[in-house]
Each structure stands twice: as C-alpha cells, then as structure tokens.
Nanobody, 123 residues
C-alpha cells in the first residue's frame, strides 16, 4: 500500500520561502504521477502543482505560477515543492498526492493522498 508523508510546513512571514517534501513508501515513486493540492479554511481543495513520472513535465495552478517549483527525486522516492514569495493567501493545509494511473499532468486526478502539512503565512 502506497503511503505519502509530507513534511516542511510551518509559519513564515509574507515574502518568505518554505520547502515542502513528500516521502513515498510502498511503491516506487517513479511509477506515479505526483503533485500537491491545498485547502484553506472554509475553501475547497485547490490544485497547486503536478509533475510527471520522469519529472520532465510540470503543471501549476494559476495562483502559484512563477512562485512555486515542483521537483522530484525518484532515487529517494520524494517530491518537493519550493514555495517562494509567499502570501497570506497561501495559508492552507498542503497535501501531497499521487495517481497510480498514468495520466498527463494536466489531467492529474490523484487517488492517493497524504495527511497534509499546515503552511501559515503571516502578513
């Protein structure tokens, strides 16, 4: 059974940076399209970013383009999200996610979820 465990969340001031990591166990991550979603209080879950199995293709939500960068290390079974120029509206629980079905990142529909890590951006 695949498990995803996020780390790296915390409190940061607006304009600052954080790096989230997601460790994948139970299956080689190179077989999974992976990505991140987030959910702010009182809001629906929102797509943040996805990365193809090889890492060669990425996709970003409009609200994070140019500020966030997704990457993966298949040798370590990890995926990361580098978040720069953080804004208070980036405050949310961030979920690592994976798709066991081979899909394009533009059609990322995860069927595996982590427990989430909280990111709080203060103004």
């Amino acid at each position: 059974q695949v498990q995803l465990v996020e780390s790296g969340g915390g409190l940061v001031q607006a304009g600052g940076s954080l790096r989230l990591s997601c460790a994948c166990s139970g299956r080689t991550s190179s077989n999974l399209v992976m990505g991140w979603f987030r959910q702010a209080p009182g809001k629906e879950r929102e797509f943040v970013s996805a990365i193809s199995r090889s890492g060669g293709t990425t996709s970003y939500g409009d609200s994070v383009k140019g500020r966030f960068t997704i990457s993966r290390d298949n040798g370590k079974n990890t995926v990361s999200l580098e978040m720069n120029s953080l804004k208070p509206e980036d405050t949310a629980v961030y979920y690592c996610a994976a798709s066991s079905v081979s899909v394009a990142v533009a059609n990322f529909r995860p069927d595996i979820w982590g427990q989430g890590t909280l990111v709080t951006v203060s103004s």
